[in-house]
Structures are given as C-alpha cells and as structure tokens.
C-alpha cells in the first residue's frame, strides 16, 4: 500500500502526480503487488490544520480512486 496522497496539505496533487509516482514504484515492485491511499487519516491533522475541510479531504479521496482507476486500466 503506497499512502501517495499527502493528508498534511491542503493542496490536491494531479492525477498525474501520483500516477508519476505509482509508475516509480513500479521500478521495484510489480504495479499488479501496489494499492494506492493517502498518506494516512485525516483525523490527526483536522485541529492543527483547520483548512483542510472535509471538501478537501473529499477531493483528495476522489484523487485516489481517479488515479487508481487511470493507473490500473492503463
């Protein structure tokens, strides 16, 4: 499991940000061993950063199964 997706900024990386990295990691482990999810939860970082809004988290949610889905059918 590659937590890929950071859960420490509010900034939402692109697709191909992370599809970069899932085909990095491919240089060591076979893509069909990878899964791809945040870096962790959300919960240890709501109080210490009140910008990342549960619209936020959703859209970097929404991130990780649209580079899945682009990743994996590739």
């Given at each position: 499991?590659?937590?890929?997706?950071?859960?420490?900024?509010?900034?939402?990386?692109?697709?191909?940000?992370?599809?970069?990295?899932?085909?990095?990691?491919?240089?060591?482990?076979?893509?069909?061993?990878?899964?791809?999810?945040?870096?962790?939860?959300?919960?240890?970082?709501?109080?210490?950063?009140p910008?990342?809004?549960?619209?936020?988290?959703?859209?970097?949610?929404?991130?990780?199964?649209?580079?899945?889905?682009?990743?994996?059918?590739?």
């Amino acid at each position: 499991m590659l937590g890929l997706v950071s859960t420490k900024t509010t900034r939402v990386e692109s697709v191909d940000e992370i599809i970069g990295r899932l085909k990095d990691a491919t240089a060591h482990i076979p893509a069909e061993q990878l899964a791809l999810s945040t870096q962790c939860g959300f919960a240890s970082m709501v109080d210490a950063h009140p910008d990342l809004t549960e619209d936020v988290q959703a859209a970097k949610l929404d991130l990780v199964a649209e580079a899945a889905t682009a990743f994996w059918k590739a």
